[in-house]
């Protein structure tokens, strides 16, 4: 695993780096030496690389590449060629051609706890933006036990993102059916997803994509999420949780986690979550513009 300051995007990276590792010969430039076993190097732009040395590119950066045999993979970078991204969400803001490939994880690492235990589970940034607060009311106005994790001290934070998380944890000390775990290790992270009988999400802004939903999902554990993009595109409606579009459907859905079987979300995630199927999508898309095909 990653250390533990990584986030979810640098977990994205590191699992994506190990499957291509197995399906194809790598040649990994990159700018923080994660893959001891490499040689790597800091790339700022496309002269620093041998480009005619590889059959195809696969770029996870700002770098702007003027030869076609590349795929960038990417969100925000503004990229004009061969642009992949992460979810339709990100595809429709795109004013070029694009296509899709899912963000993937560990499915073996977040592992399958069939055994579910008599909580719910907020996993996420404490940030108001992720809706913490939103399942801290769930969890007064239900009664349910809730078990709430995620960093509340982040560098981009600004000071009253801080002052906003403290103020929370000393609400989250008053209320007997909440725990407060705050940042824990990824471990911990897997324990506390894998028992729980369901993910309460209720997220409040606008992402490309929501990690958390996908490792919950691969631990076997269904997520009630709101119907925002693109993290309604990760749950699928009465299989793997529920999309809920408002409060009082959430307090609804709340009492149906029991008509999801576990088996089925875990079987799910690993077909469609994995890092394993994100690589081999995107080794697809290598081979087409080693080919001479672009969009």
């Given at each position: 695993?990653?250390?533990?300051?990584?986030?979810?995007?640098?977990?994205?990276?590191?699992?994506?780096?190990?499957?291509?590792?197995?399906?194809?010969?790598?040649?990994?430039?990159?700018?923080?030496?994660?893959?001891?076993?490499?040689?790597?190097?800091?790339?700022?732009?496309?002269?620093?690389?041998?480009?005619?040395?590889?059959?195809?590119?696969?770029?996870?950066?700002?770098?702007r590449f003027s030869c076609s045999h590349v795929v960038n993979y990417e969100w925000g970078y503004g990229h004009t060629k061969n642009v992949v991204v992460p979810s339709r969400k990100e595809s429709s803001l795109r004013h070029q051609?694009?296509?899709?490939?899912?963000?993937?994880?560990?499915?073996?690492?977040?592992?399958?706890?069939?055994?579910?235990?008599?909580?719910?589970v907020f996993f996420g940034r404490i940030h108001p933006s992720k809706g913490a607060q939103v399942a801290l009311q769930l969890a007064k106005e239900t009664g349910i036990k809730l078990k709430i994790m995620g960093a509340d001290k982040e560098t981009w934070f600004a000071a009253q993102d801080i002052a906003w998380a403290e103020e929370f944890k000393k609400t989250c000390a008053g209320i007997p059916n909440v725990e407060y775990l705050g940042t824990v290790s990824n471990e911990e992270v897997v324990e506390v997803l894998g028992k729980a009988k369901a993910m309460l999400y209720p997220i409040q802004g606008q992402f490309m994509f929501d990690?958390?939903?996908?490792?919950?999902?691969?631990c076997g554990t269904p997520v009630l999420v709101s119907d925002l993009p693109a993290p309604n595109e990760l749950v699928e409606h009465g299989k793997t949780g529920f999309i809920c579009p408002d409060l009082a459907y959430f307090r609804n859905a709340i009492k149906w986690v029991d008509s999801l079987n576990p088996y089925i979300v875990r079987q799910i995630a690993e077909t469609k979550w994995s890092s394993r199927r994100m690589a081999k999508e995107l080794v697809a898309l290598l081979e087409q513009v080693s080919r001479g095909e672009t969009w």
């Amino acid at each position: 695993m990653p250390p533990k300051a990584y986030g979810g995007f640098e977990r994205i990276l590191y699992f994506l780096s190990i499957e291509l590792a197995k399906l194809t010969d790598l040649t990994c430039y990159c700018d923080i030496a994660w893959f001891p076993q490499w040689k790597t190097w800091t790339v700022s732009s496309e002269n620093e690389i041998p480009v005619n040395n590889y059959d195809a590119i696969l770029n996870i950066s700002n770098v702007r590449f003027s030869c076609s045999h590349v795929v960038n993979y990417e969100w925000g970078y503004g990229h004009t060629k061969n642009v992949v991204v992460p979810s339709r969400k990100e595809s429709s803001l795109r004013h070029q051609p694009n296509k899709i490939v899912y963000f993937g994880t560990d499915v073996d690492y977040y592992r399958f706890n069939p055994n579910k235990e008599d909580y719910f589970v907020f996993f996420g940034r404490i940030h108001p933006s992720k809706g913490a607060q939103v399942a801290l009311q769930l969890a007064k106005e239900t009664g349910i036990k809730l078990k709430i994790m995620g960093a509340d001290k982040e560098t981009w934070f600004a000071a009253q993102d801080i002052a906003w998380a403290e103020e929370f944890k000393k609400t989250c000390a008053g209320i007997p059916n909440v725990e407060y775990l705050g940042t824990v290790s990824n471990e911990e992270v897997v324990e506390v997803l894998g028992k729980a009988k369901a993910m309460l999400y209720p997220i409040q802004g606008q992402f490309m994509f929501d990690l958390t939903v996908i490792e919950s999902l691969s631990c076997g554990t269904p997520v009630l999420v709101s119907d925002l993009p693109a993290p309604n595109e990760l749950v699928e409606h009465g299989k793997t949780g529920f999309i809920c579009p408002d409060l009082a459907y959430f307090r609804n859905a709340i009492k149906w986690v029991d008509s999801l079987n576990p088996y089925i979300v875990r079987q799910i995630a690993e077909t469609k979550w994995s890092s394993r199927r994100m690589a081999k999508e995107l080794v697809a898309l290598l081979e087409q513009v080693s080919r001479g095909e672009t969009w």
